[in-house]
């Protein structure tokens, strides 16, 4: 965990964050946190980050996301050298799916 950004306001941030109970609470607080253009940058970042997990090209991920290739090199830098917090989330949702598909 980076030191720097561990203070009361990130933590009160996150447990706000962890009180939301479901997607259109997610819209109504992060449209009144975030511009639209950083919660576009966040979505795209995580697109990156999905689609650099499925193996593809910077090529395919910059014409499929309009992400920089500097974007796409940052989101892998936090891939492979990190603190796996992409890899946690995407196993989790891919558990939530298979747990999904069998009911």
Same mark, same amino acid.
């Given at each position: ?10 933590? +009160? ?29 966040? +979505? ?49 949702? +891919? ?9």
């Amino acid at each position: 965990m980076n030191k720097k950004i561990k203070t009361e306001a990130v933590d +009160s941030l996150f447990d706000a964050i962890l009180c939301l109970k479901d997607r259109r609470e997610c819209y109504s607080f992060f449209e009144d946190l975030c511009t639209v253009n950083e919660l576009l940058s966040l +979505s795209q970042r995580f697109e990156v980050a999905a689609m650099l997990g499925s193996r593809k090209t910077y090529l395919e991920i910059a014409e499929k996301t309009g992400a920089s290739t500097a974007t796409i090199s940052r989101v892998n830098r936090s891939l492979n050298y990190g603190n796996d917090g992409y890899e946690m989330v995407f196993n989790r949702l +891919s558990q939530k799916a298979a747990e999904a598909e069998q009911q």
